[in-house]
C-alpha cells in the first residue's frame, strides 16, 4: 500500500506542474513544411504576382489554415486559405496594381496528419528589394506542454498496454494456478495488477484530455483557460482529422475501461471471465498504440507513408511490451514474492524474469530496426542530424542505449551458468530488485526523450528548399479591339498533375471579352478539354486543369474573343519538366529498403516460435502437402495471369483509342498558323468549302480526329470527301490542319 501511496503523490506533483505551465504561451510549430512556393521567398518580381500558392508536404486542416497578405505597413491587402481543389495547396488571389515595394506573407497551416501548426511569414518583392523586411522561419523546437501531455500519455497508455501483456505473456504462463479462479493468479498479485492498470487508466484518459486542450489552443491560437471552453474544443474534436483519431482513441480506451470494470465486477461471482477480460484488454490497447501512429511523423512521411505507419505501430508495440511490462513488473514483484523467502523468492524471481527476458529481448530487436527505418525517412544528410530534430534523435539513441545496456545486464545475470566471465557484474545484481526499480525509473527518463522527439519538428529536405522557376510565356505584340496589349500565362505550379493557368491580360478589355484555351501534347497527338476562363479582376482569367499529365513538349492554343466577335488565336510553347512539380511521394532510397528488410527479418524471427507451434498441428502427410501445393501454385497462376490479361487490356484499350501517331504536327497553332492556314485552305481545299453531306459529317468529326488523321485527309481525304489539289509541303499541310480545327468550333 506504501508504494501506491507514494505513485499517487508523484502523479498528483506531475498534474501540479502541468498546471503552473499550461498558461505559458506556446510557440506553434509543425511536423510539414513547404515543398514549393510561388513566389519563392525573397523573389524580386518585375510584376506584380497574380496570386500566391504554397504546397505543402502534407494535407491541410481548411478550417484552422489562414494565410494573409501584408504590406510594408502592415496593413492587410488579402487573405486566402486552402484550396476547395487540393488540400496540400494555400493560395489567395492578389488585387490588381500592387505598387513596388516590399509584402510580407503570414502563413498559419494546420496539418492534417498530427495536428500541428506553422507559425511562418515569408517575403516579396515587387520593383526592387527593400532593405530590413525579412520574413520569419517557422520553430523547429518542441512546444513545452505538447512535451507534457505526450509524456503523460504515452507513459499511461505504454504501461497499460504493459500490463495485461506482462500478465499474458509472462506472470499467468509463470505463476498460473487454476486455484486462483480469478484470473490465475494469487490474489495479492491480481489486486496489485489491477491497481497499476487503474492508474494507468486514468493517467491516459488525463493525457489524452490535456492533448485536446492543447491542439485547441494551438489551432485557435488561444490560452489554457480558453481553450476549456466547449464551443472551442468541440469544434477541434468533430472537425478536425486529429479530432476524429482522438474520438477513436477515447473510444477504444472507454471500451478497456469497461471490460477492466466488468473484471473487477465479475471476480467474484464469475471468476473464470477474468482473464478473457484481460487478454482481450491487451488486443484493445494494441489499437490505441496504433491510433498514435496515425498522428505520428510517418504519417507525413513523402516515403512510404501507410508502411512508415506500420513500422510505427511495431515500433510502439515493441516499446510497450518492454518498457510498459518492465515498470508493470517493478510494481508487482514486491507483493508477489513477499510470502517467499530465500530459495523459494528466488526461483519464484527467475522463472518470471527468464520468461518477460525472452520477450525484452524480441522486443529490443524489434525497436531496434522499426527505428533505424523510421530515423532514415528524415535523417537523410549530415544537415538533417545538425537540426533540432537530428540532436532529439540522438539523445532519444543514448538514453535507449543505456537502457538497453541495463536490460542485458539483467538479462546476463539470468543466465550466469552461460555468461561465467561476467560473474563479477551478475553478483552485483543477484538480488535484481534494485537494478530492476532503477531501469523502471530510467524508463520513465526515455518516455520524456521519446514525448520530445514526437514534438519536434523534422527535418525540412533539401529538395524542398531550392528554388524552381514558375512556366511563364509572354506575348508582347498582342492586339485586342484594335489596341496593343499583353498577354502573359503562367501554369502553376508547372509540371505533371493538376495545375492552375493564370492568363493576364495587359489592355482595354470589355467585361464581356471570351478567353478559351486548350493543352496540347504534339507528341501524343493529344488535346486536353477545352476550358473558358474566369473572369477574376481588372485583365485577370482563370481557370485549372489534369491536363499535364507527362513531361515533354506542350502547347497552349488560346482564343480570345472580342466584342464584336472576332478571334484572335495565341499559341504558347511549354517544356514541362521533373523540376517543377509538386513532390508528393519520394521513392525509397537504399537504405530505406535496407532498414526495411532488417524489419521484415527480426518480424520474422520474433514470430518463428508461434509459426513453430502452428507447424507442430499441421497436417502433413504427402496427400494435404500435395494439394495445398497445388492450389498455392494455381492461385499464383490466375493472380499474375489476372493481372497481366488486365494490364494487356488497358494496354489494348489505350493503343486502340490513342495510339503513338506516326506523323507528328511540328507547327505551333497560332494566329499566323491559323492566317497561312486559312489562305492554303481556300486555295488547296475547294472542293471542301462546298456545303455538302460528306464535308458536314467531317465538320461534325473535327474535334474527335486527332492531327495526323487531318493531315493524312489532306492526302487521301476521308471517306468520300476528296483530298486537296495541288502542291502542297509538310508544313503548309500542318497549317491546313490548324485552321481546319476552326472550322469546328465556328459554328
Same mark, same amino acid.
Given at each position: 500500500?506504501?508504494?501506491?501511496?507514494?505513485?499517487?503523490?508523484?502523479?498528483?506533483?506531475?498534474?501540479?506542474?502541468?498546471?503552473?505551465?499550461?498558461?505559458?504561451?506556446?510557440?506553434?510549430?509543425?511536423?510539414?513544411?513547404?515543398?514549393?512556393?510561388?513566389?519563392?521567398?525573397?523573389?524580386?518580381?518585375?510584376?506584380?504576382?497574380?496570386?500566391?500558392?504554397?504546397?505543402?508536404?502534407?494535407?491541410?486542416?481548411?478550417?484552422?489554415?489562414?494565410?494573409?497578405?501584408?504590406?510594408?505597413?502592415?496593413?492587410?491587402?488579402?487573405?486566402?486559405?486552402?484550396?476547395?481543389?487540393?488540400?496540400?495547396?494555400?493560395?489567395?488571389?492578389?488585387?490588381?496594381?500592387?505598387?513596388?515595394?516590399?509584402?510580407?506573407?503570414?502563413?498559419?497551416?494546420?496539418?492534417?496528419?498530427?495536428?500541428?501548426?506553422?507559425?511562418?511569414?515569408?517575403?516579396?518583392?515587387?520593383?526592387?528589394?527593400?532593405?530590413?523586411?525579412?520574413?520569419?522561419?517557422?520553430?523547429?523546437?518542441?512546444?513545452?506542454?505538447?512535451?507534457?501531455?505526450?509524456?503523460?500519455?504515452?507513459?499511461?497508455?505504454?504501461?497499460?498496454?504493459?500490463?495485461?501483456?506482462?500478465?499474458?505473456? =509472462?506472470?499467468?504462463?509463470?505463476?498460473?494456478?487454476?486455484?486462483?479462479?480469478?484470473?490465475?493468479?494469487?490474489?495479492?498479485?491480481?489486486?496489485?495488477?489491477?491497481?497499476?492498470?487503474?492508474?494507468?487508466?486514468?493517467?491516459?484518459?488525463?493525457?489524452?484530455?490535456?492533448?485536446?486542450?492543447?491542439?485547441?489552443?494551438?489551432?485557435?491560437?488561444?490560452?489554457?483557460?480558453?481553450?476549456?471552453?466547449?464551443?472551442?474544443?468541440?469544434?477541434?474534436?468533430?472537425?478536425?482529422?486529429?479530432?476524429?483519431?482522438?474520438?477513436?482513441?477515447?473510444?477504444?480506451?472507454?471500451?478497456?475501461?469497461?471490460?477492466?470494470?466488468?473484471?473487477?465486477?465479475?471476480?467474484?461471482?464469475?471468476?473464470?471471465?477474468?482473464?478473457?477480460?484481460?487478454?482481450?484488454?491487451?488486443?484493445?490497447?494494441?489499437? =490505441?498504440?496504433?491510433?498514435?501512429?496515425?498522428?505520428?511523423?510517418?504519417?507525413?512521411?513523402?516515403?512510404?507513408?501507410?508502411?512508415?505507419?506500420?513500422?510505427?505501430?511495431?515500433?510502439?508495440?515493441?516499446?510497450?511490451?518492454?518498457?510498459?511490462?518492465? =515498470?508493470?513488473?517493478?510494481?508487482?514483484?514486491?507483493?508477489?514474492?513477499?510470502?517467499?523467502? &530465500?530459495?523459494?523468492?528466488?526461483?519464484?524471481?527467475?522463472?518470471?524474469?527468464?520468461?518477460?527476458?525472452?520477450?525484452?529481448?524480441?522486443?529490443?530487436?524489434?525497436?531496434?530496426?522499426?527505428?533505424?527505418?523510421?530515423?532514415?525517412?528524415?535523417?537523410?544528410?549530415?544537415?538533417?542530424?545538425?537540426?533540432?530534430?537530428?540532436?532529439?534523435?540522438?539523445?532519444?539513441?543514448?538514453?535507449?542505449?543505456?537502457?538497453?545496456?541495463?536490460?542485458?545486464?539483467?538479462?546476463?545475470?539470468?543466465?550466469?551458468?552461460?555468461?561465467?566471465?561476467?560473474?563479477?557484474?551478475?553478483?552485483?545484481?543477484?538480488?535484481?530488485?534494485?537494478?530492476?526499480?532503477?531501469?523502471?525509473?530510467?524508463?520513465?527518463?526515455?518516455?520524456?526523450?521519446?514525448?520530445?522527439?514526437?514534438?519536434?519538428?523534422?527535418?525540412?529536405?533539401?529538395?524542398? $528548399?531550392?528554388?524552381?522557376?514558375?512556366?511563364?510565356?509572354?506575348?508582347?505584340?498582342?492586339?485586342?479591339?484594335?489596341?496593343?496589349? $499583353?498577354?502573359?500565362?503562367?501554369?502553376?505550379?508547372?509540371?505533371?498533375?493538376?495545375?492552375?493557368?493564370?492568363?493576364?491580360?495587359?489592355?482595354?478589355?470589355?467585361?464581356?471579352?471570351?478567353?478559351?484555351? $486548350?493543352?496540347?501534347?504534339?507528341?501524343?497527338?493529344?488535346?486536353?478539354?477545352?476550358?473558358?476562363?474566369?473572369?477574376?479582376?481588372?485583365?485577370?482569367?482563370?481557370?485549372?486543369?489534369?491536363?499535364? &499529365?507527362?513531361?515533354?513538349?506542350?502547347?497552349?492554343?488560346?482564343?480570345?474573343?472580342?466584342?464584336?466577335?472576332?478571334? $484572335?488565336?495565341?499559341?504558347?510553347?511549354?517544356?514541362?519538366?521533373?523540376?517543377?512539380?509538386?513532390?508528393?511521394?519520394?521513392?525509397?532510397?537504399?537504405?530505406?529498403?535496407?532498414?526495411?528488410?532488417? =524489419?521484415?527479418?527480426?518480424?520474422?524471427?520474433?514470430?518463428?516460435?508461434?509459426?513453430?507451434?502452428?507447424?507442430?498441428?499441421?497436417?502433413?502427410?504427402?496427400?494435404?502437402?500435395?494439394?495445398?501445393?497445388?492450389?498455392?501454385?494455381?492461385?499464383?497462376?490466375?493472380?499474375?495471369?489476372?493481372?497481366?490479361?488486365?494490364?494487356?487490356?488497358?494496354?489494348?484499350?489505350?493503343?486502340?483509342?490513342?495510339?503513338?501517331?506516326?506523323?507528328?504536327?511540328?507547327?505551333?497553332?497560332?494566329?499566323?498558323?491559323?492566317?497561312?492556314?486559312?489562305?492554303?485552305?481556300?486555295?488547296?481545299?475547294?472542293?471542301?468549302?462546298?456545303?455538302?453531306?460528306?464535308?458536314?459529317?467531317?465538320?461534325?468529326?473535327?474535334?474527335?480526329?486527332? &492531327?495526323?488523321?487531318?493531315?493524312?485527309?489532306?492526302?487521301?481525304?476521308?471517306?468520300?470527301?476528296?483530298?486537296?489539289?495541288?502542291?502542297?509541303?509538310?508544313?503548309?499541310?500542318?497549317?491546313?490542319?490548324?485552321?481546319?480545327?476552326?472550322?469546328?468550333?465556328?459554328?
Amino acid at each position: 500500500m506504501r508504494h501506491l501511496i507514494q505513485m499517487n503523490r508523484i502523479f498528483y506533483g506531475v498534474l501540479l506542474g502541468i498546471l503552473l505551465l499550461v498558461s505559458a504561451p506556446t510557440p506553434t510549430n509543425a511536423h510539414g513544411y513547404i515543398v514549393r512556393a510561388i513566389p519563392e521567398n525573397r523573389a524580386v518580381l518585375e510584376r506584380a504576382p497574380t496570386r500566391l500558392q504554397y504546397w505543402f508536404s502534407e494535407a491541410l486542416e481548411p478550417n484552422f489554415s489562414e494565410l494573409n497578405l501584408r504590406d510594408q505597413n502592415g496593413d492587410i491587402l488579402a487573405s486566402g486559405g486552402v484550396s476547395e481543389d487540393d488540400n496540400t495547396l494555400m493560395t489567395v488571389r492578389l488585387p490588381n496594381n500592387l505598387p513596388d515595394g516590399a509584402y510580407i506573407v503570414e502563413l498559419r497551416p494546420a496539418f492534417a496528419s498530427d495536428g500541428h501548426v506553422i507559425a511562418e511569414s515569408r517575403v516579396f518583392f515587387v520593383g526592387e528589394e527593400v532593405g530590413g523586411v525579412a520574413g520569419q522561419g517557422a520553430s523547429d523546437t518542441a512546444v513545452p506542454l505538447e512535451v507534457i501531455w505526450r509524456a503523460i500519455t504515452y507513459a499511461g497508455t505504454l504501461v497499460l498496454f504493459g500490463v495485461f501483456m506482462l500478465y499474458a505473456l =509472462v506472470l499467468v504462463p509463470a505463476w498460473g494456478n487454476l486455484k486462483h479462479r480469478a484470473g490465475l493468479l494469487p490474489p495479492r498479485v491480481m489486486t496489485r495488477l489491477n491497481w497499476i492498470a487503474g492508474i494507468a487508466l486514468l493517467v491516459a484518459f488525463i493525457g489524452n484530455g490535456l492533448a485536446l486542450i492543447q491542439q485547441t489552443m494551438t489551432f485557435f491560437g488561444i490560452g489554457f483557460t480558453q481553450a476549456l471552453d466547449q464551443n472551442f474544443w468541440s469544434v477541434v474534436r468533430i472537425g478536425s482529422r486529429f479530432g476524429d483519431i482522438w474520438n477513436i482513441r477515447m473510444l477504444f480506451l472507454l471500451v478497456v475501461a469497461a471490460m477492466f470494470a466488468a473484471s473487477l465486477y465479475f471476480r467474484r461471482s464469475q471468476p473464470e471471465t477474468v482473464r478473457p477480460f484481460w487478454i482481450a484488454n491487451a488486443w484493445m490497447m494494441s489499437l =490505441v498504440l496504433g491510433s498514435f501512429s496515425v498522428l505520428s511523423h510517418a504519417a507525413g512521411s513523402l516515403i512510404l507513408p501507410w508502411v512508415g505507419i506500420a513500422v510505427d505501430w511495431l515500433h510502439a508495440l515493441a516499446v510497450g511490451l518492454w518498457a510498459g511490462g518492465l =515498470v508493470a513488473l517493478v510494481l508487482v514483484l514486491p507483493v508477489a514474492l513477499q510470502p517467499y523467502t &530465500d530459495e523459494t523468492r528466488r526461483f519464484a524471481l527467475i522463472a518470471v524474469l527468464r520468461r518477460f527476458s525472452r520477450w525484452a529481448l524480441v522486443c529490443v530487436a524489434l525497436v531496434t530496426v522499426t527505428g533505424i527505418y523510421s530515423a532514415s525517412n528524415w535523417i537523410i544528410t549530415p544537415r538533417d542530424a545538425s537540426t533540432n530534430f537530428g540532436l532529439s534523435l540522438f539523445v532519444k539513441l543514448a538514453l535507449v542505449m543505456v537502457l538497453i545496456a541495463i536490460g542485458g545486464l539483467h538479462h546476463i545475470a539470468l543466465r550466469p551458468a552461460k555468461y561465467t566471465r561476467f560473474s563479477a557484474l551478475i553478483a552485483r545484481v543477484n538480488t535484481f530488485l534494485p537494478s530492476l526499480r532503477f531501469e523502471a525509473i530510467f524508463v520513465f527518463i526515455v518516455l520524456g526523450a521519446v514525448a520530445w522527439l514526437s514534438a519536434t519538428p523534422v527535418p525540412i529536405p533539401e529538395f524542398a $528548399t531550392q528554388e524552381v522557376e514558375t512556366p511563364r510565356a509572354v506575348i508582347n505584340n498582342a492586339t485586342i479591339n484594335g489596341e496593343p496589349a $499583353t498577354i502573359s500565362m503562367t501554369i502553376s505550379p508547372g509540371g505533371t498533375g493538376v495545375n492552375t493557368y493564370d492568363v493576364q491580360v495587359d489592355g482595354n478589355l470589355p467585361d464581356t471579352t471570351d478567353i478559351q484555351l $486548350t493543352m496540347i501534347n504534339p507528341t501524343r497527338d493529344w488535346r486536353g478539354d477545352r476550358y473558358r476562363l474566369e473572369a477574376v479582376e481588372d485583365g485577370l482569367y482563370v481557370t485549372a486543369g489534369d491536363d499535364i &499529365d507527362t513531361l515533354g513538349a506542350w502547347w497552349t492554343a488560346m482564343d480570345i474573343t472580342d466584342d464584336d466577335g472576332d478571334t $484572335t488565336r495565341y499559341a504558347f510553347s511549354w517544356d514541362i519538366t521533373s523540376e517543377a512539380s509538386v513532390i508528393q511521394s519520394r521513392n525509397p532510397s537504399l537504405i530505406n529498403l535496407l532498414a526495411l528488410l532488417a =524489419v521484415l527479418i527480426v518480424s520474422g524471427w520474433a514470430m518463428y516460435p508461434l509459426a513453430t507451434r502452428v507447424y507442430d498441428r499441421l497436417d502433413l502427410s504427402p496427400v494435404t502437402v500435395t494439394i495445398a501445393i497445388g492450389i498455392v501454385i494455381i492461385t499464383i497462376f490466375f493472380i499474375v495471369f489476372g493481372n497481366n490479361l488486365v494490364q494487356q487490356s488497358r494496354d489494348e484499350f489505350a493503343a486502340r483509342f490513342n495510339p503513338e501517331p506516326n506523323i507528328v504536327n511540328t507547327v505551333l497553332p497560332d494566329q499566323t498558323s491559323l492566317e497561312l492556314g486559312e489562305a492554303l485552305y481556300l486555295e488547296h481545299c475547294i472542293v471542301w468549302q462546298s456545303v455538302s453531306r460528306d464535308f458536314n459529317i467531317f465538320r461534325d468529326r473535327i474535334d474527335t480526329l486527332r &492531327d495526323e488523321e487531318l493531315y493524312i485527309a489532306t492526302i487521301d481525304g476521308w471517306r468520300n470527301l476528296p483530298a486537296c489539289e495541288g502542291e502542297i509541303t509538310v508544313t503548309e499541310r500542318w497549317h491546313i490542319v490548324n485552321y481546319v480545327r476552326t472550322i469546328a468550333n465556328s459554328r
